[in-house]
């Protein structure tokens, strides 16, 4: 088992700008509202991280380095790392439920534990923090990154690295339109109103905004 000392800890916000995200992952109906819907989980997300006053590092697609989502992930660690720091707590853009208290809990963890993970229902991960001794680049770079797998061979992953690990408590993260239907409920009033502002972007109806009602959006504000 990995040793652990007084370690620094920085946040590592792993994300693409939102023009790159809305091609690659579309989170609306049109291209406009849904770079706008991309952007605000952007900044939703960035302002969360912020709160914690931990530092914190944003690396989009353009300085990311690799040829695969592993590489370019781990390549962000190793960066990270050799700035001094001694732990890492990974988020991206697609969770808008994860709190400023989620990180911090992270980061506590972090003291006594080399790993703490925010599992997500499609078998991601939606936070990682690694500690830099629990940080193999190459066996890091070969988890089943972007995949229904990803947290089965990270935990693997931890498991051959001796590594003691945390699991937060799981969340929801969005990837298609589909997934809004089962997730926003779970957001606070403001965000889900701002939500369907930026859905109605080109629409002539809110009705039609991604077949969800508006009585969803505005239903349990808790």
């Known amino acids: 088992m990995i040793r652990l000392n007084t370690q620094k800890t920085a946040i590592l916000f792993f994300s693409r700008t939102a023009k790159t995200e809305a091609k690659i992952k579309p989170l609306a109906q049109g ?10 989980a952007i900044q939703t997300i960035h302002r969360v991280a912020k709160q914690t006053n931990i530092p914190l590092f944003v690396i989009t697609e353009q300085e990311q380095r690799g ?6 992930f781990a390549h962000a660690f ?5 700035q001094g720091f001694e732990k890492v707590i990974a ?14 809990s992270a980061a506590e963890y972090l003291k006594e534990n080399t790993c703490v993970i925010g599992p997500s229902r499609d078998g991601g991960a939606y936070l990682i923090g690694l500690h830099k001794a ?13 995949s229904a797998n990803t947290l089965s061979t990270l935990q693997n992953y931890l498991v051959q690295q001796k590594c003691d690990s945390v699991l937060l408590s799981e969340k ?3 990837d298609t339109i589909s997934d809004w239907a089962s997730v926003l409920k779970t957001f606070s009033f403001n965000i ?3 939500l369907l502002l930026l859905f109605a972007i080109g629409k002539k109806t809110l009705a039609n905004c991604f077949y969800i009602s508006i009585t969803n959006l505005y239903c349990a504000t808790t």
Do not use: M, P, Y
């Open 172 to 174: 929801a993260d969005i």
């Open 67 to 72: 040829s695969t989502f592993g590489e370019r």
């Open 91 to 104: 988020i991206g853009n697609d969770c808008l439920s994860i709190s400023a208290e989620d990180i911090l």
């Open 134 to 146: 629990a940080f193999q680049k190459l066996a890091f770079c070969d988890i089943f990154w972007q």
């Open 192 to 194: 889900r109103k701002q």
């Open 31 to 40: 291209k406009r509202a849904s770079e706008s819907v991309a952007e605000f």
């Open 78 to 82: 190793e960066d990270i790392f050799q």
